[in-house]
């Protein structure tokens, strides 16, 4: 831990203004920057930091929040046996700088935070989606997104080709039964009204043999 503290210090003094925030919680750094001098804090951690492996890029969103979304950065250095996290804050409609040139497995991970969230970065080769198919509306993870979805798909006999349409759900569909299956469910069992029909069925007798 003692490394990581001395690390948030060698940040915050190589790049001045750059770092709004370092916090260790459960034994892991975060670091808060500016989202323009993210390409200055990740140039200098690939570098002097000797943090050469790129794990991941992330989003999350708070819609709550002015700035919504947070890109978040997690990185690796083998040599000192360290792993940090970079967090800058984007608000909609606005970019990030790409990592590309610094970290080249960013590719794939910026194309996920646009598919995903719409965090679009600028200076990214192919800045198109990654999951989802074709014509997809809508960012899957955004928290404002409908679990349904906006269409859905099905294959047209006639066409012999997939088509969209709009979510049509049945109405018994969107009621679940949180009961759990220890208190009963109030519903009759398939056969359960023929056991009541039984000649011999008295009150409290199922007419199930044990």
């Not at 992330?58 to 997690?74: E, I, K, L, S, T």
Request: one cysteine or more; hydrophobic letters at 40%.
């Amino acid at each position: 831990m003692s490394d990581l503290n001395a690390l948030a210090e060698q940040i915050s003094g190589a790049l001045a203004g750059a770092v709004t925030e370092s916090r260790m919680t459960v034994g892991e750094l975060t670091i808060t920057a500016e989202a323009s001098r993210i390409l200055d804090i990740l140039t200098w951690l690939q570098g002097p930091g000797e943090f050469k492996i790129l794990v991941d890029i992330c989003g999350n969103d708070w819609p709550q929040r002015a700035r919504r979304f947070d890109v978040v950065y997690h990185l690796l250095s083998l040599t000192r046996n360290l792993r940090i996290r970079v967090k800058v804050q984007v608000g909609e409609g606005e970019s990030v700088a790409s990592c590309i040139k610094t970290y080249p497995a960013a590719n794939w991970f910026e194309r996920e935070a646009y598919d995903m969230y719409g965090i679009a970065f600028d200076g990214h080769p192919d800045m198109r989606r990654i999951l989802t198919d074709y014509g997809f509306s809508g960012y899957p993870l955004r928290k404002d997104f409908p679990l349904t979805g906006y269409v859905e798909l099905r294959y047209d006999d006639e066409l012999k080709r997939v088509v969209y349409q709009p979510v049509q759900l049945v109405q018994e569909f969107r009621d679940f039964d949180f009961m759990s299956p220890w208190e009963g469910a109030p519903h009759i069992l398939p056969g359960d009204e023929k056991a009541a029909l039984a000649p011999n069925a008295t009150s409290g007798d199922t007419g199930k043999k044990p």
